[in-house]
């Protein structure tokens, strides 16, 4: 039973998430720790992997699609995050280290995020009067690659909602072109994720009872995302986007306050 709730979150997570580009590692975080069944490293492995099978799925069927960004910047995009996604596991790596109490964990990842997220709400209810740049050197792709992996793998949210603004405020991406360019660069820095966790320990400390479950979710919730995603129009894309990010606000607002008073 609790492998079917998990299921379903899973699912409903990653079917948005491969809609608007923001992975569905932004939602699954913040509902895990909120219903509390697991600690916040094994959150975040449940998290990355579930993600990364999501954005495989999804990539591999949106890649036939002509795209205005070339594969080759794409790659470029996708390695960097992965650099930058070995980055940012080993930042958590000090964070949980360090911290005397994993609600002290809980909550400054749900801060970080809240305000990320806060701000891209408010870019993207505006953007239409925030000029947008274009970018064009592969330089840029290479230190965008790695500050969006870095945060990606820190808060394990796979991206998101950062992903897809920055794409479109730095290299003048439409939506939907930035959600898929935005799915390359978590594919990318959740491989780095899983790779850095393995060689640094393997899984054996992580609690991963409800990981299958998840990642069938993921499989079908990227499938089924991109093909609702290739369907739907810019203007959908972008009104699922903000809901997804109201969404999220509320999540973590809600598990600030509960590690707060839970410390």
């Not at 205005?68 to 949980?96: H, M, P």
């Not at 919730?221 to 203007?235: A, H, M, Q, R, Y």
């Not at 894309?237 to 607002?253: G, R, S, Y």
């Amino acid at each position: 039973m609790l492998g079917l709730l998990y299921f379903f979150i899973a699912l409903i997570c990653t079917f948005a998430g491969a809609i608007t580009g923001m992975g569905g590692g932004v939602v699954i975080k913040p509902v895990l720790d909120l219903m509390g069944d697991f600690d916040s490293a094994s959150i975040g492995a449940l998290s990355s992997i579930t993600v990364l099978a999501m954005s495989f799925t999804s990539f591999a069927r949106q890649l036939r699609k002509k795209r205005q960004t070339s594969i080759l910047k794409l790659i470029i995009l996708g390695i960097s995050s992965a650099g930058g996604g070995v980055l940012g596991q080993y930042l958590f790596d000090i964070l949980l280290k360090g911290a005397s109490n994993v609600q002290i964990i809980k909550i400054i990842q749900n801060s970080v995020l809240l305000v990320l997220v806060l701000f891209i709400f408010i870019y993207m209810l505006f953007r239409k009067r925030i000029k947008t740049l274009h970018l064009k050197n592969t330089v840029f792709y290479i230190l965008v690659g790695i500050l969006l992996g870095a945060s990606s793998s820190f808060l394990g949210i796979g991206g998101g909602p950062l992903n897809v603004a920055i794409l479109m405020l730095l290299f003048g991406m439409e939506i939907k072109e930035a959600t898929f360019a935005s799915i390359v660069t978590i594919m990318f820095a959740q491989i780095a994720k899983v790779v850095t966790i393995f060689a640094s320990g393997g899984f054996g400390s992580y609690d991963l009872s409800m990981l299958p479950y998840m990642v069938i979710a993921g499989i079908v919730g990227g499938l089924l995302g991109s093909i609702v995603g290739k369907k739907i129009s810019e203007k959908a894309t972008a009104i699922a986007f903000n809901l997804m990010q109201a969404a999220v606000i509320a999540i973590c607002i809600a598990n600030i306050a509960t590690g707060a008073i839970a410390l």
